[in-house]
């Protein structure tokens, strides 16, 4: 409504605006206005600690797994989210058996926690925090790669549940790593100079190593004989052979040993 005075509007008179608590009562909050679509939908679980390499069988070692938005390096916090970790074999479409790996799940303060069946629905309760945006367990593989039809395995972790929320989290995937039980290591009686001159001391010129086969805990293991291959690699690239192999010759050695060469 206006007010007009010698020609002039002097006044504007509005109709009242509905406050957004009108009509609520007393101590009761306004509904939180909803997040956008975007922030919601686009949601995406990533690994922090990816696996050891070639970890030995019943070696714990660690995860962290983030819940983050698929824009965001920052974890996406706030909601307690279930979550499952599984290990399949290196080609991702085929499951190891659950009795090959025990999954552990880790407190904030670094402590094991008991699995909760009501938390996860395999048991395990594993759940990325609400405060801290993560998910931390340890992992123990029972099973070597000779047990896992000789292959790499790999972890996926995906959000646990069957809601429309579970279903538009993204999954992850672990690096692949391959389950020892032994490991063979390089130990030298003096170390190697830089430079090596092959026409130089006669046949006494050498170059000297033992190798050992070693258990987890880093001990000598005696009960078992393996043939060796001596492989010549460039320093400068570590998967690219030398192409003439004949410049390494492998002297002495324990019975059963053998060397061999490959070129590319």
Same mark, same amino acid.
């Given at each position: ?127 990325? !925090? ?27 972790? !995906?959000?646990?549940?069957? !809601? ?9 995937? !672990? %690096?692949?790593?391959?389950?020892? +039980? ?27 190593? %033992? ?10 293991? %005696? ?10 690699? +460039? %320093? ?29």
């Amino acid at each position: 409504e206006r007010v007009i005075k010698d020609g002039r509007v002097v006044a504007r008179a509005e109709h009242p605006r509905e406050h957004p608590m009108a009509g609520k009562p007393r101590g009761e909050a306004a509904e939180p206005a909803a997040a956008p679509a975007q922030q919601q939908t686009n949601l995406a679980l990533k690994f922090d600690d990816e696996p050891p390499e070639y970890p030995f069988v019943n070696q714990v070692f660690e995860l962290s797994v983030y819940l983050v938005h698929g824009d965001s390096p920052s974890p996406g916090v706030g909601v307690r989210t279930p979550i499952e970790l599984r290990v399949f074999l290196e080609d991702g479409t085929t499951e190891v058996d659950a009795a090959a790996y025990e999954i552990i799940p880790v407190a904030a303060d670094g402590a094991a926690t008991t699995p909760a069946e009501e938390d996860h629905p395999r048991g395990g309760g594993l759940a990325i !925090s609400a405060i801290s945006g993560c998910c931390a367990a340890r992992v123990r593989m029972r099973r070597s790669c000779v047990e896992l039809e000789h292959k790499a395995v790999k972890i996926r972790a !995906s959000a646990a549940g069957s !809601s429309a929320r579970a279903r538009s989290i993204h999954e992850a995937w !672990s %690096t692949a790593f391959v389950v020892v +039980r032994h490991r063979l290591s390089i130990e030298y009686a003096a170390p190697w100079k830089p430079v090596f001159y092959k026409d130089m001391g006669g046949k006494d010129n050498c170059l000297e190593a %033992t190798v050992k086969l070693l258990d987890g805990r880093g001990r000598a293991v %005696t009960d078992r004989r393996l043939r060796l291959a001596a492989v010549l690699y +460039r %320093t400068d690239n570590k998967d690219a052979p030398v192409v003439d192999q004949s410049i390494l010759k492998v002297l002495g050695g324990s019975p059963g040993s053998s060397s061999s060469s490959s070129s590319s």
